[in-house]
């Protein structure tokens, strides 16, 4: 009887338990469920591992059973255990599931200000702002203090601007740049970054910087976005826009495309007085409208932890049209001398594609890094002009004129990091060639035909060559006064020939550019 009742305890007091882990991380999985039943599924229990992934099951017979476990995101797992004695110990290890998902941590965080001041930097936050929300990148740049526009040009604080897309240059001014900007909408940006006084790692030919950062999906999976601005003044405008990324572990691609209409009237009068007897006055009214296309396509991809390679690629497409009428009358004591009227009828087109290529190398865990780029631009203009001209003699003047232009430039850059006990020291080289071709054609016509006019048509090849390297040197001092400290040199070579004419100039230029920055913080 008494072997007989040990034999008994030793069947009813036994248990299984164990552990459950990332099978490949080894990470442990707290909350998992485990369930134990017989090999007629009949289950005897049911458990979640604690909270460091270890379960224990409640008291078995000595026997074989089928144990499964199932996690969010892993693969569900079924075994065959054989318990033979009074605690068996077992470790499983799950396969995370290939359609698992990924671990969502909400956190409370402050609303970052639309206008934030750092080192050297203006930020404008544009992401997630409902100040920027429904506007153009040329609005929000507009809000910055100190910004101003004038004659379809910005400027900050009287200085010249030159604009940078995620830190590489745009290669448009003026009318150009402000198009574009106007047809990127500000659901596309992360935001905006002025440097009033920029080192020397950046182009002498900008008085200050403006580097537009776009924004930049890291998560896995598809997602896009749409983005619909509406506006009226004397016609309608509207813009469209779509944004969409597909991530993965080690890559990210990207496509994004704008579209903005729109319809501009203009109306301006003056009035010019000479000698409290004579004057001119002038009235011109003006409609354009402008159809602007936007693209861009970009691949990022991570070849391990420390390098990274990609590209993009970005168009602006922009056909435009307009009517200006210009009434020109002098007068003399008042009285009407003479008048004119002068019609224009304009068309334009402008494409300026632009391809970067880039590599990205951390070469250690102190921050020296080592960034590759080239880029190439290619800009294609084409310009129509119709003027008549009606004055009060009756006598009419047509002239007509085709202006194309092309624009092609090459880039080569190579920057490096390199950190400092008190700073970091950043350094670089940089080659950028450019040939610029017109070649304007007027015509004049006389007794309804049209001829060329020689005088104004011509062929002009221009070429610039633009070597420069720099070197920079950024430092706090006494935890107070961050130090810029740097100097670049360029070394420019101008060649210019019209081709009409067969008249040919060579120029080369060579500058220092030391700069000193001290900024109290």
């Not at 909400?106 to 404008?124: H, M, R, V, Y």
């Not at 500000?186 to 580097?211: C, L, T």
């Not at 006598?395 to 080569?412: A, D, E, H, L």
Request: hydrophobic letters at 35%; aromatic letters at 10%.
């Amino acid at each position: 009887m008494i072997v007989s009742n040990l034999a008994f305890s030793q069947k009813t007091d036994s248990c299984i338990s164990g552990i459950v882990r990332h099978k490949v991380s080894k990470k442990i999985l707290p909350g998992a469920i485990v369930t134990i039943e017989t090999l007629d599924g009949v289950p005897l229990d049911k458990m979640k591992t604690d909270t460091i992934g270890v379960f224990k099951s409640k008291k078995i017979q000595f026997g074989t059973y089928v144990i499964k476990v199932a996690f969010i995101g892993f693969k569900d797992q079924t075994d065959t255990i054989i318990l033979k004695s009074n605690q068996q110990d077992i470790n499983i290890g799950l396969e995370e599931s290939a359609y698992g998902l990924n671990t969502v941590n909400i956190t409370a965080q402050k609303e970052t200000p639309f206008l934030t001041f750092s080192k050297g930097k203006i930020t404008l936050n544009v992401q997630n702002s409902s100040l920027s929300a429904g506007s153009t990148a040329y609005d929000v740049i507009l809000r910055a203090p100190g910004m101003s526009e004038q004659n379809e040009r910005l400027s900050f604080r009287a200085k010249t601007i030159a604009v940078l897309i995620n830190g590489r240059p745009s290669n448009l001014t003026g009318t150009d740049l402000k198009n574009y900007l106007n047809a990127l909408t500000s659901n596309q940006i992360e935001k905006v970054e002025i440097i009033p006084n920029p080192s020397a790692k950046y182009d002498s030919d900008g008085g200050v910087v403006i580097n537009i950062i776009l924004k930049k999906n890291d998560k896995n999976g598809l997602s896009g976005s749409l983005g619909l601005t509406l506006g009226s003044g004397k016609f309608f405008k509207g813009n469209k826009g779509l944004n969409l990324n597909y991530g993965e572990s080690k890559m990210n691609t990207y496509l994004s495309y704008d579209f903005m209409r729109s319809k501009m009237y203009y109306e301006d009068y003056s009035k010019s007085t000479f000698n409290n007897s004579s004057s001119v006055i002038q009235n011109e009214y003006a409609i354009r409208k402008r159809n602007i296309h936007t693209l861009r396509v970009g691949i990022d991809y991570n070849l391990n932890s420390r390098l990274k390679i990609g590209g993009q690629f970005r168009t602006l497409i922009n056909n435009g049209n307009g009517d200006r009428d210009n009434i020109s009358e002098n007068l003399q004591n008042n009285l009407s001398l003479s008048t004119a009227n002068v019609k224009t009828i304009s068309a334009s087109t402008l494409s300026n594609p632009y391809l970067n290529s880039f590599l990205e190398l951390t070469i250690d865990s102190l921050g020296k890094k080592l960034n590759i780029n080239v880029d190439v631009f290619q800009q294609s203009k084409m310009w129509n002009d119709e003027i008549k001209i009606v004055d009060n003699l009756s006598k009419i003047g047509k002239i007509r004129s085709t202006q194309p232009t092309k624009v092609f430039t090459q880039i080569y850059s190579i920057d490096y990091v390199q950190p400092l006990v008190n700073g970091k020291l950043e350094s670089g080289l940089k080659l950028q060639q450019t040939i610029n071709k017109n070649n304007p054609v007027w015509e004049n016509n006389i007794n309804e035909e049209w001829q060329i006019d020689q005088i104004r048509t011509y062929r002009f090849l221009f070429k610039e060559n633009i070597y420069s390297a720099y070197l920079n040197w950024n430092t706090t001092l006494l935890n107070k006064v961050d130090m810029n400290f740097g100097t670049r040199i360029e070394n420019t070579i101008l060649e210019s020939n019209l081709l009409s004419q067969d008249l040919k100039n060579r120029r080369s230029f060579f500058y220092l550019f030391p700069s000193l920055g001290l900024e109290y913080v």
